[in-house]
C-alpha cells in the first residue's frame, strides 16, 4: 500500500502548480482521498477532499477558488491543481487515501511560493 505524491517545486506568487499522487496496493476507485499540508512550525491541515466516485468536493476557505482537486480511477492518481499560489501556501503537501477502516499517508513534496 503506498501513495507517491510528485509536482511540488518553487514557484513565484501568483504562479501554479498541479501535485499528482499515485495509488498502488488498494483499490483506489474506493478511497476517499484528500490533500493536506504542513507549513514550518505548524500542524498539518487538511486543504481538500474528493469522494470516491469523484463528485462534490469540499475544500479550506483560504484555498477556495483557487485550488481543485480531482481524480482518475484509471490511473490511481488524485491531482490538485493550485492557482494564484501565494507565500503562505508554502509547505509539505500530503495525499492521504481512506479506505475501509485504513488511512494511508504519502511521503509529502515540497511547495515553496516566493519571488
Known amino acids: 500500500v503506498q501513495l507517491v505524491e510528485s509536482g511540488g517545486g518553487l514557484v513565484q506568487p501568483g504562479g501554479s502548480l498541479r501535485l499528482s499522487c499515485t495509488a498502488s496496493?488498494?483499490?483506489?476507485?474506493?478511497?476517499?482521498m484528500s490533500w493536506y499540508r504542513q507549513a514550518p512550525g505548524k500542524e498539518r491541515e487538511w486543504v481538500t477532499t474528493i469522494p470516491s466516485a469523484g463528485g462534490v468536493t469540499n475544500y479550506k476557505d483560504s484555498v477556495k477558488g483557487r485550488f481543485t482537486i480531482s481524480r482518475d480511477n484509471a490511473k490511481n492518481t488524485v491531482y490538485l491543481q493550485m492557482n494564484s499560489l501565494k507565500p503562505e501556501d508554502t509547505a509539505v503537501y500530503f495525499c492521504?487515501?481512506?479506505?475501509?477502516?485504513?488511512?494511508?499517508w504519502g511521503q509529502g513534496t515540497q511547495v515553496t511560493v516566493s519571488s
Open positions: 492521504r487515501a481512506q479506505f475501509s477502516f485504513n488511512a494511508v
Open positions: 496496493g488498494f483499490t483506489f476507485s474506493s478511497a476517499v
